[in-house]
């Protein structure tokens, strides 16, 4: 009898499917997208889960942190990720103080995402003082998947981008939160950089996925930053990532060429002209003729 390959289920991905994925110890492959473009590469890439993340405050809006993000930039950033996305669930983030207030404003943004921004789930960063709120979004219908380790929009409080958890006492706590937001409904929980034995015990004791960035390859899925494995995040590359391609240099390359050939008239060519037929030039010419000859006077001179 031959061996049965896993295929990629045609149809949308759901939360429930992606549960299965864990269940069938098939690994959930996630990455985020920001706009049309790049969600339509990594949709026909084959990947599960779109994750519009805040991150798009560094990648693709300049900032140097995730905490200017707002919902209105998130909104607009997911509707043009939805827009081009027919099988990948796509999870979008909640950006810092969106939900840390008060669970009406939590609902109210999760809300915009999905309705305006077309997302299937949003995520959330925080431990167990978040599952009330994340209790509230699954009973509004709106699915939540956690995020805890290193949570960038509390960078202040963390006193960097460090990696979390790795004395028995913060361990010990990241496993309770997980399961109180498991327990809060949670559908599925991003483990960042985290120790790798860590996650993966986490992972075991979780019945929902747990997705890795920079927690080892235990977990049920991983995680990464589109511009940091396409070589589009700078010269940096966290120790998590993989540069799989160099975008930048192809850009480079390609934009220096197009100057290059702007500069010695050799682009655009007959290849990229269209043409006036030359009876059409003529009337063209002659009115301007005409026009210079009326003057101000609106009278022929
Ligand atoms: O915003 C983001 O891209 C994220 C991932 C790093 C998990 O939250």
Redesign the pocket.
Known sequence: MSAMVPMDPPHAVTTTALRAMKSAQRPIVMI?AYDTPSARLVEEAGVDVI?V???LGMTVLGFDS?LPVTVDDMVRHTAAVTRATKRALVVA?MPFMSFQVSEEDALRAAGRLVVEGGAAAI?LEGGAHVAPTVHRLVQAGIPVMA?VGLT?QSVHQLGGYKVQAKEADAAATLIDDCLALEEAGAFAI?L?CIPAELATLVSQQLAVPAIG?GAGEGCDGQ?Q?LHDLIGLGGEFLPHHAKRYADTGALVREAVTAYADDVRGHAFPTEEQTTHMDAGTLEAVRSARARLRRVGGSGTEA
């Open positions: 985020t994750l993340g805040d991150s995730t983030d995520k995020h960038p991003v960042e960035i995680v930053v």
